[in-house]
Each structure stands twice: as structure tokens, then as C-alpha cells.
């Protein structure tokens, strides 16, 4: 049902050949970054002497669609809250972080067809082809919700706006009623503000210097936590908030607008400590480009970007609810004094998934590598840490992986 759900026609691999569709479709959640000549070379399972051919695999592989691989990434999220809807909750609240970031793409006609190709400012040449990535990720849990590819010229909030009826949509499917989400500077308007009042969804916007200037005053005057009202530019739209103001550890000042007016159950203290968990969402683009090699795509068409895109975002999942079953979730209000390393159970761990949904190896043989991976995979967590932006938005003049395409 699975395999006529999302192949591309209807006798899309119904003769004996070689590439199977459990075959094609498992390498590819194998997360491919030699080339496709070794891991041709190195398939399995085979019945045949003689492995297939990079030609033949890239061939098969189109032959079904990306989507296979989004419906298992649902199904991590459905796997995760089914037992336990409340499991990872803050205050009876899911924390879903918001945020977006730029991947570099193989260069093709059908990729620069799709995403464009841009120039970068001060400069006369021509950027390669980018995406603009926006994820939906559950802070508690490290687990991604949901997400969106789309060209590089379009917004984050742009992205944030249109995906955010479906996460709701979603994740209401899965008995999570209480949303609070949770976004950084260059998210807050107030048009996004009332999108979330409309859907009944609770949030947490982190306000620029620039913006709101009447709100900043009262900031600036010493007011720590206070209502407010911020309109629009034409004034046409005006939302009440929440406002909370504290001083970083750097010394600089951070203001929040949310819409948690019960100050006995949210006080600013406990504000400031999930808004600081919004980190994940960075750390989990870390994991993305930096331990899975995301930028490192193994073909230059669009439907195996996209194949490898959703393919990524799903063996992430699975590693994350690993290590939510071992070390439990993130709580902001108590954070732990060591955590699981995910780079190093990624690298030992990706090859072992990878058999065990190809039937070679046992979920519990898995399962117990695991539990022994995890004994030396520690790392101590450092609180109030703080790192320079300087360089952030800056491009790259050489890029960190060499591409296998």
C-alpha cells in the first residue's frame, strides 16, 4: 500500500529486477554520501551476484515520489506523542520553535528552473543555487514537526505564515491542543500576531531594537512586564501582548512580546528560560548540515533533493527519539548536567538503522548498541555560554563538503 501510494504510475516496480522498492527506497534513508558507485558496489540486501549500476539506481529512484518520505516523518511525530500526549511538554505546553536558514543545491537546469539563482549584494557574479529551509521543530523533544523548501528569495515569515495552518492542523491531529510557539527577531508583526490569535495557538516573539519604538520607551523606562498595544503601520490591525524585558548575561537587553498574560503560572523568569530554549533549533540545523551532511546530495534533479531533503529530516527523527527514550526530554525550568552527543551516536548509529529497516538487523541487537554507544557519547552541558553574530549571513568562499553529484 505504502509502495502504490507514492510510486509514479501504477507498474512502477512490479517485475523482478534488482532494485526492489525496499531496496532503492532504504538506500536513500541510508543517507548516501560516497558515490554512487561504492554504494552500488556495497548494496544490500542482493540476491544477485552482479550489484546494479549507478545508472540503473539513479534510474529506479525516480521512479517514486519525495512524499513517501514525508509520511514517515509524520509517523516519527505520531510515534512520539501517542502513547503520552503531554510526553515533552512545558506547562502543559508543546514548545515549537520556528526559524529558517540557507542550503546550497547541486547545479542543474532543473534545480536553477526551480530555486533561481541570485547575485549576492556588493558583488558582480552570480550565487549558486540556494534554498530557504523553514522548520517546525519540537524544543522538548528535538523531534522536527514539519517543514519548507522553497527558493531562497523568499521570506522566513513568508514561509513561517503559510506553513503554520498546517502544523496546527497537525499537530492537533496528535492531541496536542496547547501550542505555544516560539520565534526570533525578524518574525514579529503584527499580522502574525493575529494569525495567531485567530487560530487560538499561544506565542513567543522576540522584538528587534528597530521595531515598535512607544514599547521600547516604556522599556527603556524601566518597565519589566507590562501590557501593551502594537499596531500595524496603516493602523489598521492592533493586537494586545504581553511584554517582558531582562538583561542578558552580555549585558544587552532582551525584549519578548508573548501572549502568556497569567503572570502567577508564567512569570518572567520562566518566559526567559523557554525563550532560551529556542537554541535547539539552531543545534538542530547543526545536526542537519554539519553531522548528516545535508548539502552533500548524491543527485542533481529536483525530485532526488527532495528525496534526500525529507530523507535527512526522517533518520534525524529516529536518532531523536532514541535519545528522548534514554535521556529524556528537555526541561527548561531544569536543565540536565550532561546530555547525549548526537554527532558521535549519529556516526555509529546510521549505518545500524539503516540495516534494521532492511530486516538485516535486529531492533533489539540495535537497541543494545545503543545503550553501550550512550555510556561515552556525554557531553557536559555549559550554561551562559554566549558566541559573537559578527560573522553570521556572511557567505561561505569555500564551501564544506566536496558533493558526491
Known amino acids: ?32 554520501k560516497r558515490s554512487l558507485g561504492i554504494e552500488c558496489e556495497l548494496m544490500e540486501p542482493l540476491s544477485c551476484k552482479i550489484p546494479p549500476s549507478k545508472q540503473a539506481f539513479s534510474k529506479a529512484k525516480y521512479k517514486f515520489a519525495h512524499t513517501g518520505f514525508k509520511e514517515l516523518l509524520q509517523d516519527s511525530m505520531r510515534i512520539a506523542y501517542q502513547e503520552d500526549p503531554n ?11 520556528v526559524d529558517g536558514s540557507s542550503i546550497r543545491l ?48 523568499v521570506g522566513e515569515e513568508t514561509l513561517a505564515a503559510s506553513k503554520l495552518p498546517e502544523v496546527i492542523e497537525q499537530m492537533r491531529a496528535l492531541n496536542q491542543d496547547k501550542l505555544l510557539f516560539i520565534y526570533d527577531r525578524g518574525y514579529t508583526s503584527v499580522k502574525f500576531i493575529k494569525q495567531h490569535n485567530d487560530s487560538k495557538v499561544d506565542f513567543i516573539f522576540r522584538v528587534q531594537g528597530n521595531s515598535y519604538k512607544k514599547l521600547w520607551k516604556r522599556v527603556e523606562s524601566g518597565e519589566a512586564d507590562f501590557d501593551c498595544i502594537v499596531e500595524s503601520k496603516d493602523k489598521s490591525i492592533s493586537q494586545q501582548v504581553r511584554v517582558v524585558a531582562f538583561r542578558l548575561s552580555n549585558g544587552k537587553r532582551e525584549v519578548l512580546i508573548t501572549s502568556l498574560f497569567d503572570r502567577e503560572q508564567f512569570t518572567l523568569e520562566s518566559i526567559s528560560k523557554a525563550y532560551a530554549l529556542r537554541w535547539h533549533i539552531e543545534e538542530c540545523y547543526k545536526r542537519l548540515k554539519v553531522s548528516a551532511e545535508l548539502e552533500n546530495f548524491s543527485g542533481t534533479h529536483l525530485e532526488a533533493v527532495l528525496q534526500e531533503f525529507w530523507a535527512h529530516l526522517v533518520m534525524c527523527n529516529l536518532l531523536a527519539l532514541h535519545m528522548c527514550d534514554a535521556q529524556g526530554p528537555w526541561n527548561p525550568e531544569r536543565i540536565a548536567e550532561y546530555r547525549l552527543n548526537f554527532s558521535v551516536l ?11 529497516l532492511i530486516g538485516k538487523y535486529e531492533a533489539e541487537h540495535l537497541q543494545k548498541l545503543f545503550d553501550t554507544a550512550c555510556i561515552r557519547a556525554k557531553v557536559k552541558i555549559r550554561t551562559g555560554r554566549v558566541y559573537t553574530r559578527d560573522k553570521v549571513d556572511k557567505p561561505k568562499q569555500n564551501h564544506v563538503f566536496r558533493r558526491v553529484c
Open 87 to 97: 510526553y515533552g511538554t512545558w506547562k502543559t505546553y508543546r514548545l515549537i520553535a
Open 346 to 356: 549519529f556516526g555509529v548509529m546510521s549505518q545500524k538503522m539503516y540495516q534494521v
Open 1 to 32: 500500500m505504502f509502495q502504490r501510494a507514492h510510486a509514479k504510475g501504477k507498474n512502477i516496480f512490479t517485475r523482478k529486477r534488482k532494485l526492489t522498492f525496499p531496496i532503492v527506497f532504504s538506500t536513500i534513508l541510508h543517507l548516501v
Open 106 to 153: 547541486p547545479v542543474s537546469s532543473e534545480i536553477i528552473s526551480q530555486f533561481g539563482r541570485f547575485k549576492p549584494n556588493g558583488t558582480n557574479g552570480t550565487m549558486p543555487p540556494l534554498a530557504r529551509v523553514s522548520l517546525f521543530v519540537d524544543l522538548c523533544t528535538s523531534l522536527v514537526c514539519n517543514a519548507r523548501l522553497a527558493p531562497w528569495n
